[in-house]
């Protein structure tokens, strides 16, 4: 790892006094110089007190692989995760003054989800601008959805501290509102398991039931098979590393079988429809 960062020496890199001051090792003072100067291209100003964003791109994993006296990016994900629920909020007060309380809470969920917050950090490619331990980078894809979407909270978190409210609301209008809008993910619903209990309510029938059908694999990395039905109609099962994701893509595949949704709304990581 040290060899890799000592290559970083080559190149012209923006000096920052107090990242010098605080008596990093040559290496990796060069490493956060390099990040915090592309960094500040991302967020379109000159960061006026480093250590936040030093702590805000540092995965614990940095650390503990090279022995090195970092804060990492926790602490300020906590703070980012109540400054954008707040400005989400705000946001949708403002913007949808109709809608009632439901519809608030639901929409600000859905941008605010693990899996949008991950999709917004790849969209303007997070993961160049932390520091992580190169062996983090090459696990799952949910892992690196987990990594992103607390870096892009603590990165939050950081422009708060040094620029205030202004300055962290148009960074998140510019790279989680704005985006969630185009794409429609601010209307989105994912959570199959109350459209399915919706409906059935709707239409008068039992509640749907959930089965545990198949739980297999090794203990730390199990997959669970749960089917549903309502009453004694089977409408389909979904696979998942939990009973609750199971049961949400089971809830998914119902609402396929019974024409609710189309295949097309669906995410990725498809169902089984009883056909």
Do not use: W
Not at 82 to 91: D, F, N, P, Q, T
Not at 105 to 121: E, M, N, Q
């Amino acid at each position: 790892m040290f060899g890799r960062l000592l290559s970083l020496f080559f190149g012209k890199t923006k000096h920052y006094p107090a990242v010098k001051k605080a008596g990093y090792p040559r290496a990796v003072r060069k490493l956060i110089e390099q990040k915090l100067e592309k960094l500040e291209s991302l967020i379109g100003y000159s960061i006026s007190e480093p250590e936040h964003y030093i702590k805000a791109i540092t995965h614990k994993s940095f650390s503990e692989f090279n022995s090195i006296h970092l804060e990492n990016n926790e602490r300020l994900e906590f703070l980012g995760d109540s400054v954008l629920g707040m400005v989400i909020a705000e946001y949708l007060f403002n913007r949808y003054e109709e809608k009632d309380e439901g519809f608030l809470t639901k929409t600000r969920s859905h941008l605010v989800s693990r899996a949008a917050l991950g999709h917004y950090a790849s969209k303007i490619s997070l993961i160049d601008y932390l520091m992580v331990n190169e062996n983090y980078t090459t696990v799952t894809p949910k892992g690196i959805v987990s990594i992103m979407s607390n870096a892009i909270e603590a990165l939050i978190g950081a422009i708060y501290m040094d620029k205030g409210m202004e300055e962290v609301k148009q960074f998140i209008n510019k790279y989680i509102i704005l985006p969630g809008v185009s794409e429609g993910a601010i209307f989105a619903d994912y959570n199959y398991k109350s459209q399915l209990l919706e409906y059935s309510q709707s239409q008068k029938m039992e509640l749907p039931g959930y089965f545990l059908i198949k739980e297999e694999g090794p203990q730390h990395n199990k997959v669970f098979t749960v089917e549903v039905a309502i009453g004694a109609q089977k409408l389909g099962y979904g696979n998942g590393r939990n009973k609750k994701e199971a049961e949400q893509k089971a809830a998914c595949a119902a609402l396929i079988t019974l024409g609710v949704i189309p295949v097309a709304a669906t995410p990725a990581a498809e169902p089984v429809a009883v056909q």
